[in-house]
């Protein structure tokens, strides 16, 4: 016979031999758990969603100048960091657009055509509207990031960025 | 964890039923405003004379063993904690059990709720809140060669119940010519 019936081992008086969970403690943290998921969840998917649609505010640049750049022509600049490939295109005599040079698909450089007034991207034939840089064809999933472009007299100047 | 060498004293010789010591428990921070210490007269009509009841803090806590909630622990350094709230049932078996009639059933919280020496703050290495503020020493926190130092009885912690006897964390001081503190319940009752 041991010393002690077994159900005391269930029910030990030292808290450091107590390893029992009640039922209430561990639907407790059931809910706990879910709760914090549920609002990590709410605040990364509301972040992200403010971050797509917001405008982002970078220091103003000047890119190029009116007289340099002839209607269809396009010419590469970088905004806002020295490693951030952007494409200026003249649409026509007063138009004037510019988005990230990265495709949204694989990050392949994008090219402007002028006979199908797109931006193609040749890695996987993705073409993008000049006009607002939305997807035409091809796999890229988002449109691309346009860059603020602002015309004072015979300068074009990079403002911000959307996207 | 509680320094070993720090215990708790109780000199019911000294105490002069001043009432200090049940209104600081009750600001002890996990206490929450309820005090939970009283004191009692030894025999109110022959004397004012009173006596502080603290948790001694058995060795083999009766209230623990007797609880069928499983909600009164004992932590590593020998204290007995206060009932767990979830666990609590409110039954008072503990109340029954307790040789020293330390325990008391709160009807507000139905909870049982009993001295845990100030576990927040002796953990910490702090005194009790009572010993904090006792005037005449009765209720004393310290090392045991301090206590030995100032005082002329002597710390027992065993106390004979009928045949049973019941060893406790904190300390009674008694004549220096007591041993173990014989308790006779059924005189006391009659």
Redesign the interface.
Known sequence: MPDSPAWKDDFPIAWTDDHFVTRREFTKSLVLVSCATFAANVAVSTLGALQESGQHRYPETQVANTTTLAVGGSRVFYYPGPHDPCLLVRIDSESFVAFSQSCTHLGCPVHFQSETRSLYCPCHEGFFSVEDGRVLAGPPPRPLARILIEKRGQELWATGKIG | MIDPQMEFFIDPSRCIGCQACYHACAECETHRGISMIHLEYVDRTESPQTVPVVCMHCED?AC??VCPA?A?????DGVV?SALK??CIGCSNCVLACPFGVPRYVMDFDQMMKCDMCYDRTSAGKRPMCATVCPSGALAYGSRDQIERQRQMQARNAFVFGPQIVRTKVQMMLPAEEGELEMDVEAFMQ
């Open positions: 806590p623990a063993k499983d009164i622990k004992k932590t590593s904690q979830p666990r």
